[in-house]
């Protein structure tokens, strides 16, 4: 497995230096010989801090918890286990449709928690262990901790650390098998789309704007240069306008004036609580956005979600590259091959049947889908 995976490695950082400058780093993976036998009954893994983690058994009762935890159940999700070993966590919907509870036959026998409540919820919900994002460690992770329960911390930010934290998983759920076959499905779509751009030498400037309203006002922002946002529009072969900025820990705030200085060829909104081809509609009748290139040239786009937005670190990632590139290169991949895409990635990930992906997904998704 490791062989194959460092095999992956090497063909993706190859493909993906025709587009940009970032590199793809080798998931630190475990070996086989750390998941429990039946002579060695305690499991070890690395978790995302490089932290060595030792349990006696497979978990069983699995509380998930701290910001963003909804990213991390979605990834433990793909986990056909996760319905009977994930006992808890905290109660937050994505979009009109609470997703987990369409995957989990068992979601209304969970323990609901309240992030801010103190570690007696953890107590009463008896886990074995708690997962949680590394950023969490200081705030969430350490009182948890401190009363003995093991915690082990993944990331789920970046294409690298989805290799490694689904490896993670893989072995808290004692399925290896299922952990390589999800790192090959999202290292398949990276590479199909590497593949497909690798012969284009010309990528357009592209900007990605959250859009929101702040005190009362329109605001427009951009997100640091290491977070996903930015990896899919690298990875998707386009150039990043917003270089210039250097965001500290979050979405950064521009101007108009500075979007008309960068005046690039395309633009993408994100909308987190509107639908984003509304906004992106909008905008194309606003005097002043009439003035930019990408409106002109019919390049200003809503970028999809459905229950989830597609630009995020969420499981969803590989739906919005897919989608960029078919934007930014529509003659290399055509715009009509992401709905059946979008399907698959449900079945294969979740095992969402075609009725259930038509009553429950579709009805969902926004944006300016082909």
């Known amino acids: 497995m490791k062989k194959r995976w460092l095999g992956l490695f090497l063909l993706i950082s190859l493909l993906l230096s025709a587009c940009t400058n970032s590199t793809v780093t080798q998931p630190v993976t475990q070996s086989p010989a750390e998941l429990p036998t039946e002579t060695s009954p305690a499991l070890t893994l690395t978790d995302a801090l490089g932290r060595t983690v030792t349990l006696d058994s497979l978990p069983q009762r699995i509380v998930v918890t701290g910001k963003a935890s909804l990213m991390v159940l979605d990834a433990m999700y793909m986990f056909p286990e996760a319905r009977e070993r994930v006992v808890a966590f905290e109660d937050l919907a994505q979009g009109d449709v609470n997703f987990i509870s369409l995957l989990d036959p068992n979601y209304a026998e969970k323990a609901w928690l309240q992030r801010d409540a103190g570690v007696e919820q953890f107590v009463s919900a008896e886990p074995d ?221 979740y095992g969402l049947d075609a009725q259930t992906f038509e009553a429950s997904i579709k009805p969902a998704l926004q944006g300016d889908l082909p």
């Open 129 to 349: 262990l708690v997962v949680m994002k590394s950023s969490n460690a200081e705030k969430y992770g350490a009182p948890i901790e401190a009363i003995n329960i093991p915690v082990v911390y993944v990331d789920f930010e970046t294409p690298e650390q989805y290799a490694r934290d689904l490896d993670i998983l893989g072995k808290i759920f004692g399925n290896p098998k299922r952990a390589e076959e999800l790192i090959a499905y999202y290292q398949g779509k990276q590479i199909a789309v590497s593949v497909a751009l690798a012969a284009e030498s010309t990528h357009p400037s592209v900007l990605l704007l959250q859009y929101a309203l702040k005190d009362g006002a329109v605001a427009f922002t951009v997100p640091p240069l290491s977070w996903m946002q930015t990896r899919l529009v690298e990875m998707a072969c386009g150039t990043v306008a917003w270089s210039d900025v250097q965001p500290s820990s979050g979405w950064t705030t521009v101007t108009i004036e500075q979007i008309a200085a960068w005046d690039p060829d395309v633009i993408l909104i994100v909308a987190y609580n509107d639908d984003p081809s509304a906004i992106a509609a909008s905008l194309k009748e606003d005097a002043q956005w009439k003035t930019l290139r990408a409106v002109q040239n019919g390049k200003l786009y809503g970028f999809p979600k459905d229950l989830y937005s597609w630009d995020q670190p969420d499981t969803r990632w590989v739906l919005g590259l897919q989608w960029l590139a078919t934007v930014l290169y529509p003659e290399r991949l055509k715009p009509e091959t992401l709905m059946p895409a979008v399907q698959e990635f449900y079945q294969f990930a």
